[in-house]
T-cell receptor, first 111, second 116 residues
Framework: TQLLEQSPQFLSIQEGENLTVYCNSS?????LQWYRQEPGEGPVLLVT?????EVKKLKRLTFQFGDARKDSSLHITAAQPGDTGLYLC???????????FGPGTRLSVLP | DAGITQSPRHKVTETGTPVTLRCHQT?????MYWYRQDPGHGLRLIHY???????DKGEVSDGYSVSRSKTEDFLLTLESATSSQTSVYFC???????????????FGPGTRLTVL
């Protein structure tokens, strides 16, 4: 069974600070996705990374896929209160398996 | 946004009663999924469908059944609800047309189910 771990579980920071959250596994994934979920809503896809070592930027968010495709990180620069939410990573297996989701990092950005 | 609706959005029921949740999509997505979300567990796959009348079990399928008689509708049934099935249930879709199983998933707004 493929498992994904995320750290930290909770993070509370002040507006303007930088932060990094991590998604780790002992398994190799063919692709990895990051979602943000706000209270009372379903997750919304932020990015998909598919190549080992790949870096993608989405405004103040930088996503990196590990060289071995077992881990990923999300870095937020100058966090804003609008970044508050639950950040989920999800990995897709090499053989067409369904996505496996991590437990999430709950981020709170205080004004 | 992919058009996905879930009904009901909230439900309170008693142990032992049957419950059916509905997911409806207005896009031509091949795959449909039911997940449950619980604190500390993230999203766990219950069942999924890869076409009309084609379904398969996910990680936590015990106590749940599904049906897909039309491309646009995917039903999740709890035959006899238990308190451990109190959760938030999300439907997701992926694979417009003949897409792959691991294409981008789009999620519905969720159904909050409480079993007393």
């Amino acid at each position: 069974t493929q498992l994904l771990e995320q750290s930290p579980q909770f993070l509370s920071i002040q507006e303007g600070e930088n932060l990094t959250v991590y998604c780790n596994s002992s398994s190799v994934f063919s692709s990895l996705q990051w979602y943000r979920q706000e209270p009372g809503e379903g997750p919304v896809l932020l990015v998909t990374v598919v190549t080992g070592g790949e870096v993608k930027k989405l405004k103040r968010l930088t996503f990196q896929f590990g060289d071995a495709r077992k881990d990923s990180s999300l870095h937020i620069t100058a966090a804003q209160p609008g970044d508050t939410g639950l950040y989920l990573c999800a990995g897709a297996g090499n053989y067409g398996q369904n996505f496996v989701f991590g437990p999430g990092t709950r981020l709170s950005v205080l004004p | 946004d992919a058009g996905i609706t879930q009904s009901p959005r909230h439900k309170v029921t008693e142990t032992g009663t049957p419950v059916t949740l509905r997911c409806h999509q207005t896009e031509n997505h091949r795959y449909m999924y039911w997940y449950r979300q619980d604190p500390g567990h993230g999203l766990r796959l219950i069942h999924y469908s890869y076409g009309v009348k084609d379904t398969d079990k996910g990680e936590v399928s015990d106590g749940y059944s599904v049906s897909r008689s039309k491309t646009e509708d995917f039903l999740l049934t709890l035959e006899s609800a238990t308190s451990s099935q109190t959760s938030v249930y999300f439907c997701a879709i992926s694979g417009r047309g003949a897409g792959r199983l691991t294409d981008t998933q789009y999620f519905g707004p969720g159904t909050r189910l409480t079993v007393l």
